[in-house]
């Protein structure tokens, strides 16, 4: 009774991880993510003024990051050795979707009506875009979907709702563009 149970499980989460992947557009992903390590696990997103990091939806909505603190993907610890979920896996993905909780928590009108779902979505869409344009990204329909459901969950809802704004917090680290202090480290990836 139990494998029959895994069974359908199994068959009933490829069904929906198929049918989010169909259903998901892809965009246009252009830019570089300009990340600083300022220390273990604190990360500063700089844009880069010649080539900022931009997403351009299939409904023609554009999203492009501006500076702000990010993790990468929040994802748990214990997933991090499992194929296709660390937390700079599909890097510009986790920055734009950062970049979306930012302008929520800051009150950037700039935001619209996106809600916590449209994140998600957004973060979906760009993920499969990397999936589909980057030769090196597998294709994995149940990591979009799994990704998608993190995402999308009641915590990532409560999140959502009540984070709050570090703009300033941020600000403190700059000065006229550039960071005060000197990061352990940059990356710079091109789209």
């Known amino acids: 009774?139990?494998?029959?149970?895994?069974?359908?499980?199994?068959?009933?989460?490829?069904?929906?991880?198929?049918?989010?992947?169909?259903?998901?557009?892809?965009?246009?992903?252009?830019?570089?993510?300009?990340?600083?390590?300022?220390?273990?696990?604190?990360?500063l997103f700089i844009p880069d003024s010649n080539k900022p990091l931009s997403f351009k939806r299939h409904n023609g909505d554009v999203i492009t990051p501006g500076i702000m603190y990010t993790d990468g993907g929040s994802i748990p610890r214990p997933l991090w050795g499992v194929r296709n979920y660390s937390p700079w896996g599909y890097a510009p993905a986790f920055i734009v979707h950062d970049w979306l909780f930012v302008m929520k928590h800051c009150n950037n009108e700039a935001l619209g009506d996106y809600d916590v779902d449209d994140a998600?979505?957004?973060?979906?869409?760009?993920i499969k875009t990397l999936m589909e344009k980057e030769e090196n990204i597998e294709i994995n329909k149940f990591v979009l979907y799994s990704m998608h459901k993190a995402v999308t969950s009641e915590i990532a809802e409560e999140l959502w709702e009540n984070g709050e704004c570090n703009e300033a917090t941020v600000r403190t680290f700059i000065y006229k563009g550039v960071p005060k202090i000197k990061p352990m480290m940059e990356y710079t990836l091109e789209y």
């Open 1 to 43: 009774m139990k494998k029959l149970w895994v069974i359908f499980i199994a068959f009933f989460l490829t069904g929906c991880a198929n049918y989010h992947y169909s259903k998901t557009n892809v965009g246009t992903l252009t830019g570089n993510v300009r990340v600083q390590w300022l220390e273990p696990d604190k990360f």
């Open 120 to 126: 998600g979505m957004v973060m979906s869409e760009i």
